[in-house]
């Protein structure tokens, strides 16, 4: 045989297999439950799919404007200023994105360079890092500490140098749970007054947030808005993670760089889920309930699961709980995620593909935006380990 026709140097070469896809793919396998990966296993709000089926058939079938249809974006506007006392311009200061993760990955495409360094908070969601390397930076990964996940501002302070480029946080925080503090959100803020690095502030969760907390956006922070983007999504807030919508905020000096990526990556998004978000959105109470919607099934999970050999501290925000398993067994959280799939048809995430250098606590990750039904046949499972 002759040499290969196309030769190339890849950009993510030491990408590893997604741990989602492998655990779905072993749920599939096994006929396991699977609450494994992010997403509701029950429909959104019928009144929203009747929005979209009404901007369906109302001629909402061409391209949307770039930057999203004004109408969604005002009520956007409209929300955060509300929530967390920041105006941002409709006009030019919000774009609508194909998903948070667009948000993202245009974020960092728009603002890292070869040489760059990007500061990521570990355990971490599985896109920032290859955004980054695919775009020529380096990552810069900080631990969070003990089972808890708390930062060390002290480490985070001293991890700051000349080719810090953007500092990328996520709070609610997937896949701990943690809510950042009024606390933290002061300590970073004063860690990056004076710099010219960029904050990614991703906020996906933002209103799945548990009593006693409080979601803290860097919107809320004048010295950390001015330099940040934050980024949403309207599939992790409605329950309809597969229309791959949400959107990013950020001062208009940002935002036009931004919109530069934006516009010869996806150009525009769906035009009629757009008109029917700007409706919704109007009435507050679709996404202020979240957090009582979802603090019950959190509650109730974890109420079958107390008599249970997991230990636990329920979790602050976003749809997922951590359990540690370390009086069940002495397996890496790997081969004890595996075995629950193969034995007890049950899926989960193993926590210590999203640490520093695989750091392994005995932890694995559940969701619980899952039907009653779903919640009640998985603790069962669990319960009887």
């Given at each position: 045989?002759?040499?290969?026709l ?10 590893p ?8 793919q ?28 009404k ?15 004004y ?27 194909v ?7 245009t974020?960092?495409s ?39 996940y ?6 985070f ?14 709070t609610?925080?997937?896949?701990s ?11 970073l803020?004063?860690?990056l ?5 960029i904050?990614?502030s991703?906020?996906?969760y ?16 004048p ?7 934050v ?34 990556n996806?150009?525009c ?9 700007a ?20 509650d ?14 329920p ?6 709980q ?10 890496s ?8 799939v193969e ?17 392994d ?7 619980f935006?899952k ?15």
């Amino acid at each position: 045989m002759g040499a290969p026709l196309h030769k190339f140097k890849s950009k993510l070469p030491l990408l590893p297999p997604s741990i989602f896809a492998n655990m779905t793919q072993l749920a599939e396998q096994y006929n396991a439950i699977n609450i494994s990966q992010g997403f509701p296993n029950f429909e959104p709000d019928p009144i929203l799919l009747e929005l979209v089926a009404k901007a369906l058939k109302s001629g909402y079938n061409q391209y949307a404007p770039m930057g999203g249809i004004y109408s969604l974006r005002e009520v956007i506007s409209e929300k955060i200023e509300s929530l967390y006392g920041k105006t941002y311009n409709p006009s030019s200061e919000i774009c609508i994105t194909v998903g948070a993760t667009q948000a993202i990955f245009t974020a960092i495409s728009a603002f890292v360079w070869p040489g760059d360094e990007v500061i990521v908070f570990k355990p971490a969601y599985d896109c920032y890092e290859p955004a980054i390397i695919a775009n020529g930076g380096q990552p810069i990964l900080i631990q969070m500490e003990g089972k808890d996940y708390a930062i060390n501002w002290k480490s985070f302070r001293a991890h700051i140098g000349a080719k810090t480029r953007m500092v990328i946080i996520n709070t609610p925080h997937n896949p701990s749970g943690k809510v950042f503090s009024n606390d933290d959100m002061l300590q970073l803020q004063e860690c990056l007054k004076g710099t010219n690095i960029i904050l990614l502030s991703d906020e996906v969760y933002e209103h799945i947030v548990f009593k006693g907390n409080s979601h803290e956006s860097a919107s809320k922070y004048p010295y950390l808005a001015e330099r940040s983007f934050v980024c949403a999504s309207f599939g992790k807030t409605f329950h309809a993670t597969g229309w791959k919508m949400g959107y990013c905020a950020a001062p208009a000096t940002l935002m036009k760089e931004f919109l530069k990526i934006h516009e010869f990556n996806v150009f525009c998004v769906n035009h009629p889920f757009q008109v029917a978000l700007a409706e919704y959105l109007k009435t507050a109470y679709n996404y202020l309930s979240l957090g009582s919607f979802y603090e019950k099934k959190r509650d109730l999970f974890l109420d079958r699961i107390s008599s249970s050999k997991f230990s636990f501290t329920p979790t602050q925000g976003t749809y997922f709980q951590l359990l540690d398993y370390s009086n069940i067994s002495n397996e890496s959280d790997l081969e004890f995620g595996k075995r629950l799939v193969e034995e007890h048809r049950l899926a989960c995430i193993p926590i210590s593909v999203f640490n520093k250098d695989h750091l392994d606590h005995r932890q694995i990750r559940v969701c619980f935006a899952k039907t009653e039904e779903t919640i009640i046949q998985a603790t069962e499972i669990l319960s009887s380990l």
